[in-house]
């Protein structure tokens, strides 16, 4: 396969974030089998073309930690209740994977070896360079980071060359594009840009995080079908967060 020119995929090693939401389909809450079993087979692709992919995913289609607390649930708790919903939706992504023939491994940072391994860097890289997908469950381990401050701390123990945001609109915009329909996207922000405007990428903490590390986030449309594999061929599409300023809208 080739995409714009390129014989092999940009990026050899990356991270993809995707949001608990992204697994309810047209469901109000819960986990959407097809729409999962649609993730898995770009991400099957993904892995057949030697790509090595870590996965985080987070749990706002089961349970919300910020809202459970915001309605009086001990913060610390709604947490970690959330943290455990990230692994309900870590084991039903690699069920859907390992259908296609593709070796997973869910690694919680939360210890429950009925079910997942626990956390270790090392190991993580290992499964990696044996070409298994690797999803990282239940956050940090620790309340009051978010799944998106995970993605960063993860990707950049792993050596990812970016993350990739998968979202449910085409990039990062002045406004929400579902609510305005004026909203302008932009193709290219450096990190300040995001923390100073508090445009909706990811938390200040992880952006953060990645301005330190100089890790390029790539944010895009996960719905439309086969935008996994265009942005791992570095096809033009979302919004790409770096420090390259002459790359900047």
Excluded: W
């Excluded at 089961?62 to 709604?78: E, H, K, L």
């Excluded at 993350?163 to 085409?170: G, H, R």
């Excluded at 579902?178 to 840009?193: G, K």
């Amino acid at each position: 396969m080739e995409e714009e020119g390129r014989s092999k995929p940009l990026y050899q090693r990356v991270l993809i974030k995707l949001s608990g939401e992204a697994f309810m389909g047209g469901r109000e809450y819960g986990i959407d089998p097809d729409t999962v079993n649609s993730i898995a087979d770009e991400l099957s692709e993904a892995n057949r073309m030697g790509v090595q992919l870590a996965i985080v995913v987070g749990g706002g289609n089961i349970f919300r930690g910020v809202a459970a607390s915001a309605r009086g649930m001990d913060r610390a708790a709604a947490d970690y209740v959330g943290m455990l919903a990230t692994v309900m939706n870590s084991l039903a992504l690699q069920d859907a994977l390992e259908k296609r023939g593709v070796f997973t491994r869910v690694q919680s940072a939360i210890e429950m070896q009925a079910v997942a391994e626990p956390y270790i860097r090392r190991r993580a890289i290992r499964h990696l360079e044996k070409g298994r997908i690797v999803i990282f469950a239940a956050g940090t381990g620790n309340p009051y980071f978010t799944t998106d401050t995970t993605a960063a701390l993860r990707a950049l123990e792993i050596g990812a060359e970016a993350i990739l945001k998968a979202t449910m609109v085409n990039g990062v915009y002045d406004s929400d594009p579902l609510q305005n329909p004026d909203a302008v996207m932009f193709t290219s922000l450096h990190y300040i840009d995001v923390l100073q405007q508090g445009l909706k990428v990811m938390d200040a903490t992880a952006v953060s995080l990645c301005m330190d590390n100089d890790l390029p986030i790539v944010v895009f449309n996960m719905t439309v079908p086969g935008n996994i594999i265009r942005v791992l061929f570095g096809e033009k599409i979302g919004t790409v967060v770096a420090a390259d300023k002459e790359e900047r809208r």
